[in-house]
């Protein structure tokens, strides 16, 4: 069945980075987009960036433009998140999900947080 294992979350002070790993198995990685969310305390899930499947083009939400970069390895079934100049708002719990014959799936998601 289709699963994902998210790794790479932790605590970081302001201006830190993190990359986020994103494992999948159970499909055809390579012939499906990949998205990351983040879902942050009493708030709604929001997408952060999503990825073609070939991996040529790619979109950010506003929040994190110029800071987060998504990537892909199709070799090994792995999407990154390389995020930047991180900020206390970007606080939150980074899911990676992918929509597979119409049903879209989720990994377990991995804490993320900025502080000082």
């Known amino acids: 069945q289709v699963q994902f294992v998210e790794s790479g979350g932790g605590l970081v002070q302001p201006g830190g980075s993190l990359r986020l790993s994103c494992a999948a198995s159970?499909?055809?990685?390579?012939?499906?987009?990949m998205s990351w969310y983040r879902q942050a305390p009493g708030k709604e899930r929001e997408l952060v960036a999503r990825?073609?499947?070939?991996?040529?083009?790619?979109s950010y939400a506003d929040s994190v433009n110029g800071r987060f970069t998504i990537s892909r390895d199709n070799a090994e079934n792995t999407v990154y998140l390389q995020m930047n100049s991180l900020k206390l708002e970007d606080t939150a719990v980074y899911y990676c999900r992918a929509v597979v014959g119409s049903r879209q799936y989720w990994g377990q998601g991995t804490q993320v947080t900025v502080s000082s």
């Open positions: 159970g499909f055809t990685f390579s012939s499906y987009a």
């Open positions: 990825i073609t499947s070939a991996g040529g083009s790619t």
